[in-house]
Each structure stands twice: as structure tokens, then as C-alpha cells.
């Protein structure tokens, strides 16, 4: 057996508990129990029984009508009771617990006087020492009858996982024992390679030797040969397909493969949800890192923008500036008179005045002198 988790035990209760498993000798070492540690109690006092079935709801015993718990019964027919079942743990440890119950009906069994069978109702929800014991062992059959031709392929990882010693092992053809190697198993069969020649192989029965190392279990499954041929470029070494019979097939088997088969379930859903999650992850540092960048270009692109718009101010400024002392050093060259204009008025008219006045009085002073000059000249001719 399998350790369960809630998730498991809860999804063996939703699904399982109005399934029941009749309590065979090979359902019973299936399942681990110990028969004569199971006990049934009321008021106070308990007394064996043995289990026809049990499920998640109920379960059926058998009682003698002589015994103590069979008058109370009688007493007493909505007496509380309780069933207390016993099994084996992997290390082969006792395991014991109480489920509280109800006798809801009881009746001979098969017209019998001095036997009784009892149908006895959980009054709560059972130990989940026993929905996962129950619940797995039904899982089993249910993937036995559902998954039969999931083949698993053996190599040094997966025979580690199944807990076969080697892939080496016995099959008997015709009663006549031959080492073989196992190249795949699964619930309904198995793929072997030996030595032999094909056609005198062919629907022949077979009785296929196990060993698990982890519950000591030695298996003899019984089958028929449906398929054989040569192994490429071999004319001595066939390959055969056996089809498992499928009541021959021990439940230790079906355990073993439904262990493996879940467990890979779980560890290709668990990759899947690491992949997926690894995926998510690096999608949102991709989009993290992308909005980073976009935020740097747009910092950039934004900074890139002030520096331009500053250094056009910057050279508009200088522009304006240059245009300014050009005006200011052409104004004192195109206007002079502005700086004679400067001068008081008083001063000015006076100054014109004067001006204008000397200059004619100078050309009269000088023509007169000229004239004397000529009139000397012709004296003294």
C-alpha cells in the first residue's frame, strides 16, 4: 500500500464509497488485513466476527446467533456499535482503529439457524486508514479494467522503480522453463524477448515468474502467447507478446503496476505544472524587463527632447543677443546729426548764425585786396 494524501483520501471517498470488496483469502492479503484482530462492540463488551464485505459506507458481517453482540442486537436494535478493523502496515506493524456504526438489518444466512449476516451503517465518515486502503485497492481494479494496455517500458530507471531485481527472469512454455528478458509490461501483459523460433511460439500458454523486492512477492501469472517474431537481423532470438489471463493476474501485480502508473501520472502533471509555471514566470520577467526598457527609451527619448528644446532656447537666445549688438554698433555710423543736435539750442543758432555771417564777410574783405593789388600794378606801369 501506497501513502495517501488528503487530496488522494478525499478523492478515493468521493468516488469509491458505495463500492464494496467482498473479503476473499487473496482480498484479504490484498488488502493487509488481519481477520482476527477485527472486533465488534457494544455496550461495552466486544466480540469477533468475520467481514464478508466492507465499503466507505458500510459494512456486512457475519454473526452467530449464540454470541454476546447478536442479544444485545436483539435487545437493543438501534444500539450504537462499532467495528473495530485490524491490518498490517508495510513494516508488517499492527494498525487498528474504531468506525462507529448502526445495525440497520440482519437476516439469516442462507436459511441458517445459527448464522447471521449483518449489514452495518457507518453512523460518520470512516478512518482514513480505511478509505485509502479501500478506495486504493478499488482504484486498482477500476485502472486493472480501464488502462490495461498502458505499456511501460523497461529500463534501469523504471525496473528501480517497479522494484524488480533485474530485467532477467523465467517463463514456462509448454511447461518447459526458459530465461527470458522483459522489454515492457502492463495490466494485461507483457512483451518478452528468448530464445526461440517464432511460429512454434504462437498461442502457446504460458506461466510468466516475478519477483518484487519490495513485499518478497514471488508472482506466477498465467497467459497465452498472441504475437511472435524474430528480432531484426536475428534468426535464433524472437520477441513475443503474452496476453495476461485475467483472473490469474495476483492483485500484488496490479498494486506494483498502479503505483507506477499513478505515480508517473502525478510526476508528468507535476512537470507540467513546473513547466507551465517556469513558463509564466519567464513571461512576466520578459514583459517586466520589456516595460523596463520602454520606460529607459522613453526616459532617454524624453531627456533627448529637453536637451534639444534647451540648447534651441540657448541658440535662439544667442541669436537675439547677436542681433541686438549689431542694431546697437550701425546706429552712431548712418545718423550723425543727432550728436550736433545734442548741443543746447541756445548755442546752436548763435553758432549758425556766426557761421553764415563770416563766411561772405571774409569774400568781401579778400576781393577788395585783390583790386587794390591790380591797381598798383598799373600805377607803376
Known amino acids: 500500500m501506497s501513502v495517501a494524501t488528503s487530496h488522494q483520501i478525499s478523492t478515493y471517498y468521493d468516488y469509491f464509497r458505495d463500492k464494496e470488496i467482498v473479503f476473499t483469502k487473496a482480498n484479504i492479503k490484498a488488502l493487509k488485513a488481519d481477520p482476527r484482530g477485527i472486533y465488534l462492540k457494544c ?100 485502472n486493472f479494467n480501464t488502462k490495461k494496455d498502458e505499456k511501460i517500458i523497461l529500463n534501469k530507471e523504471t525496473v528501480r522503480l517497479l522494484s524488480l531485481p533485474k530485467e532477467e527472469s523465467y517463463i514456462f512454455i509448454g511447461g518447459v522453463p526458459r530465461k527470458c528478458v522483459l522489454k515492457t509490461l502492463s495490466f494485461g501483459g507483457a512483451t518478452i524477448m528468448l530464445v526461440g523460433i517464432p511460429k512454434f511460439l504462437i498461442e502457446k500458454p504460458v506461466d510468466l515468474r516475478m519477483f518484487f523486492a519490495d513485499t518478497n512477492d514471488k508472482l506466477s501469472i498465467q497467459g497465452i502467447v498472441k504475437e511472435a517474431d524474430f528480432l531484426p537481423g536475428r534468426k535464433d532470438i524472437c ?59 522613453a526616459q532617454i527619448m524624453a531627456q533627448k527632447d529637453k536637451d534639444a528644446a534647451k540648447q534651441e532656447a540657448e541658440a535662439n537666445a544667442k541669436k537675439a543677443l547677436g542681433t541686438m549688438q549689431a542694431n546697437a554698433g550701425a546706429a552712431p555710423a548712418a545718423n550723425p546729426a543727432p550728436e550736433a543736435s545734442s548741443a543746447p539750442a541756445g548755442e546752436a543758432a548763435p553758432n549758425a548764425a556766426a557761421g553764415a555771417e563770416g563766411t561772405p564777410a571774409n569774400n568781401a574783405a579778400e576781393i577788395p585786396s585783390d583790386s587794390n593789388n591790380a591797381a598798383e600794378n598799373s600805377t607803376a606801369q
Open 43 to 142: 455496550n461495552g463488551g466486544q466480540w469477533p466476527c468475520i467481514i464478508n464485505s466492507v465499503s466507505l459506507r458500510e459494512t456486512k458481517v457475519f454473526v452467530g446467533t449464540s454470541s454476546g453482540f447478536y442479544q444485545q442486537i436483539q435487545k437493543n436494535k438501534q444500539a450504537p456499535v462499532s467495528i473495530r478493523f485490524a491490518f498490517f502496515d508495510q513494516n508488517n506493524e499492527p494498525v487498528q482503529f474504531f468506525v462507529n456504526a448502526i445495525v440497520i438489518e440482519s437476516k439469516p444466512y442462507e436459511a441458517s439457524t445459527d448464522l447471521v449476516i449483518m449489514n452495518l451503517q457507518y453512523t460518520q465518515r470512516p478512518s482514513d486508514d480505511l478509505i485509502s486502503r479501500v478506495g486504493e485497492f478499488l482504484q486498482v481494479n477500476e
Open 239 to 297: 520477441m513475443i507478446t503474452v496476453e495476461f489471463v485475467a483472473d490469474s493476474v495476483p492483485m500484488a501485480y496490479k498494486f506494483h503496476i498502479n503505483n507506477f502508473i499513478t505515480s508517473f501520472q502525478k510526476q508528468l502533471i507535476q512537470r507540467q505544472m513546473e513547466n507551465k509555471s517556469a513558463e509564466e514566470k519567464a513571461e512576466a520577467e520578459a514583459a517586466a524587463k520589456k516595460a523596463e526598457l520602454e520606460a529607459k527609451k
